[in-house]
């Protein structure tokens, strides 16, 4: 058979250089499959499979991916998981030994599932004559699994993102850097790392606590593709930014994933992630459109509401970059003196030109005879009057020429109201734009939303700061190794039992 004797070739005189301070140094190799090559982790799977056939004590179990090996012990005492894993190690080594490896006990992990609460962590677990002492989690092909079965990965995970998130997030200034579009594609990188093995813990997002640090990370970087003044909320960052939420995310590959078990796989995969992509669109959009009727809805949510309804052609839009002063309008934090009074920065929230009337996003681009030269100049080929707030979305989306007239009508409105607001902040007396504490401004004062967010941006800067500490501090962390799903399913579906983790190396 030459294809067995190409493989054989493959194997003999191999020999390993390697450099030291006295010159290069060659040495034999007699085993192992060469690192880094196409074939070599099938070779090894050849050999390691039957691993997999060992026969193991009662319950016990093995699972496997390359040379990462778990095994799963039931127990229920203390000394009856103690004397299974002693039994299941055994007959792992002695497979090990008859195959030419060693487990390596310096590598070996050790983690007891309980919701017990006596401490069950001292149950004595031998390798090679060595003991091991038992931890609080395993990471298991980059996913962490706690003793108590908590999903700790997800803060874990939520940490990492946010790191990567903020060193994306210095690319990306409000007044500078990339497009929208090209934002969006850094921004993806974030949910990649949040959504890695997502169907393994995509129970964690029904929980406040957990989806709480995934949001906070998303957040992040939605706010720059957004470019939003970081008193956005959430939501309304995302829908601009036109990012999915992160929660609808990991919901939507768990229902990937569980449709690929039970589906023709390898036929249907894209027609299931689109289907469930569609899916995943139409329930954020019915979320969207509850939210702006809540009557606790705060009035920019409303807003953004009435300028985009209709999520899923906003995110699918083939044309058009949201910008800095485009965001100002769809957001309505911006440089309009109604924003910058609910955030306590003027003393009225009134037009300069029109007493009496609130400078909102609305009124400033779509009513303020200031800015009508600016409207009849850029909007007058479609007929000033016939763009409202309630067709701005249909008038952005029929085509860029649309799209970059009024992207134009926001710049120019938004710059001037900044100007405004820059050259009145430089006065003498702060006292010119210090907050007055009148009724009206009281009222604007507790609108939910600013003063929910007015208490995170306080609170986002203390975490902002102790994060890029901590991550200064931390030396470079290697990446996780790719994931087999299936896999990890078996290892944290087993509930109380105890775990006992090896790892071998050849
Ligand atoms: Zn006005």
């Known amino acids: 058979m030459p294809i067995q004797r190409i493989l054989q070739s493959w194997f003999i005189n191999r020999e390993l250089l390697y450099e030291t301070d006295g010159g290069v140094v060659s040495r034999r190799l007699t085993a192992g499959v060469p690192q880094g090559s196409i074939l070599g982790p099938t070779l090894w799977n050849i050999m ?3 691993v997999l056939a060992t026969a193991l004590p009662d319950n016990a179990e093995a699972v496997a991916f390359a040379d990462d090996l778990v095994l799963l012990v039931p127990g229920r005492t203390p000394a009856e998981a103690s004397g299974l894993a002693r039994r299941a190690v055994d007959a792992v080594n002695n497979w090990m030994v008859a195959h030419q490896l060693q487990i390596a006990p310096a590598k070996t992990e050790i983690v007891m599932v309980s919701n017990k609460k006596k401490d069950y962590k001292n149950i004595p677990v031998f390798v090679n004559g060595t003991r091991l002492t038992s931890s609080a989690d395993i990471r298991y092909l980059g996913v ?4 108590r079965l908590s999903w700790r990965h997800v803060e874990f995970i939520a940490n ?6 903020y060193a994306l997030v210095r690319l990306m200034k409000n007044h500078s850097g990339p497009k929208c579009a090209k934002r969006r594609l850094l921004a993806s990188v974030v949910d990649s790392v949040l959504r890695y093995a997502a169907p ?9 606590t957990c989806r709480g640090p995934l949001i906070r990370a998303q957040k992040t970087c939605a706010l720059r593709v957004a470019f939003a003044f970081r008193t956005v909320a959430y939501k309304t960052a995302v829908a601009i930014a036109g990012i999915v939420p992160i929660c609808r995310l990991v919901r939507e590959d768990a229902r990937c994933y569980q449709r690929l078990q039970t589906e023709d796989a390898t036929a249907n995969r894209e027609q299931i992630r689109n289907a469930e992509r569609q899916a995943t669109l139409s329930m954020w959009q019915e979320e969207w459109d509850r939210d702006a009727a809540d009557e606790t809805a705060s009035r920019y949510r409303v807003w953004t509401h009435r300028v985009l309804p ?11 970059e949201v910008n800095f002063h485009l965001c100002q309008v769809l957001s309505g934090h911006g440089f309009f003196r109604d924003y910058l009074h609910c955030m306590q920065f003027t003393s009225s929230p009134d037009c300069k030109q029109c007493p009496g009337v609130p400078e909102t996003a609305e009124h400033a681009v779509f009513v303020c005879p200031r800015f009508d030269a600016v409207r009849h100049q850029h909007l007058g080929a479609y007929g000033v009057m016939s763009v409202t707030p309630d067709n701005l979305q249909q008038h952005l989306l029929r085509g860029q020429g649309e799209w970059s007239s009024f992207a134009e009508v926001c710049r120019r409105i938004t710059s001037t ?6 050259a009145e902040r430089a006065l003498p007396d702060p006292a010119q734009w210090r907050p007055g504490f009148d009724e009206a401004a009281e009222r604007h004062r507790n609108d939910p939303e600013i003063r929910n967010e007015r208490r995170n941006i306080d609170r986002n800067d203390a975490r902002a700061g102790a994060d890029e500490e901590r991550r200064r501090a931390q030396p470079p962390q290697r990446s996780p190794s790719p994931a087999s799903i299936a896999q990890l399913r078996l290892a944290v579906s087993l509930g109380e039992m105890r775990v006992a983790h090896i790892r071998s190396f050849s």
């Open 144 to 147: 962490r699994i706690h003793d």
């Open 48 to 50: 390691y499979d039957s």
């Open 200 to 208: 393994v813990w995509h129970d964690a997002v029904e929980t406040r």
């Open 417 to 422: 109201l900044q100007r405004e607001w820059d």
């Open 160 to 165: 990492k993102a946010t790191k990567v998130a």
């Open 310 to 320: 209709d999520l899923v052609s906003w995110q699918t839009r083939e044309h058009g």
